[in-house]
């Protein structure tokens, strides 16, 4: 089992609607999950980090944190066509310096 | 504003030759990482470093090394570069446990893509 998962997509949402991004990690310690968003051909970018249960927003993103149920989302409302990328999520473990990342959803917003 | 710098956009090295990839951040982190990035196999760690002088493996450490003589500089070396190292090099600074306050939120520059033939 990986330790990050994500569905690889593509994921295919019409502009305007609400785009939701999933993602599931293994390891029942970790404590720090984060969302980047890497267009093609570009580096990852940070959208949000989350670190307590619950919702925590953004402008156009909500990122959801469950921890008893070991999962991540990430929402995106009034979809643009910018919006069009690989969302990755990454998770740290408690003591760990480094994070691991999932392989990434792809998202295509259709006009 | 966090900048992290990579020295090269594209590189093209011939098989058997010694690549350097250079990484400079400028907010004075402690860590620094250096991933590949290839499609179907997502981000990979090769090598991190918490500190000066200090470093770690990856999960793909096999043909490289990495050299950290300066806290803002972080660099990844091809002892003899092969053709399955034709990727997308990514290097990240995060600002580390000993920083009061300090997350592990990473911050990614703008990558390297080398083609080995």
């Known amino acids: 089992q990986k330790e990050v998962e994500q569905n690889s997509g593509p994921l295919s949402v019409p502009e305007g609607a609400i785009a939701s991004l999933n993602c599931t990690y293994s390891?029942?310690?970790?404590?720090?999950f984060f969302w980047y968003r890497q267009y093609s051909g570009k580096s990852p970018e940070l959208i949000m980090s989350i670190y307590s249960n619950g919702d925590k927003e953004d402008g156009r993103f909500t990122a959801q944190l469950n921890k008893a149920s070991q999962y991540v989302s990430l929402l995106i409302r009034d979809s643009q066509p910018s919006d069009s990328a690989t969302y990755l999520c990454?998770?740290?473990?408690?003591?760990?310096?480094?994070?691991?990342f999932g392989q990434g959803t792809r998202l295509t917003i259709n006009p | 504003d966090v900048k992290v710098t990579q020295s090269s956009r594209y590189l093209v090295k011939r098989t058997g030759e010694k690549v350097f990839l250079e990484c400079v951040q400028d907010?004075?982190?402690?860590?620094m990482f250096w991933y590949r990035q290839d499609p179907g196999l997502g981000l990979r760690l090769i090598y991190f470093?918490?500190?000066?002088?200090?470093?770690e493996k990856g999960d793909i450490p096999e043909g490289y090394s990495v050299s950290r003589e300066k806290k803002e500089r972080f660099s990844l070396i091809l002892e003899s570069a092969s053709t399955n190292q034709t990727s997308m090099y990514l290097c990240?600074?995060?600002?580390?446990?000993?920083?009061?306050?300090?997350?592990?939120?990473?911050?990614f520059g703008p990558g390297t893509r080398l083609l080995v033939l």
């Open positions: 390891d029942r310690v970790s404590q720090s």
């Open positions: 990240a600074s995060s600002p580390g446990f000993r920083r009061e306050g300090g997350e592990e939120t990473q911050y």
């Open positions: 907010m004075d982190h402690e860590n």
């Open positions: 990454a998770v740290k473990t408690q003591g760990a310096q480094k994070l691991v």
């Open positions: 470093s918490y500190d000066v002088k200090m470093k």
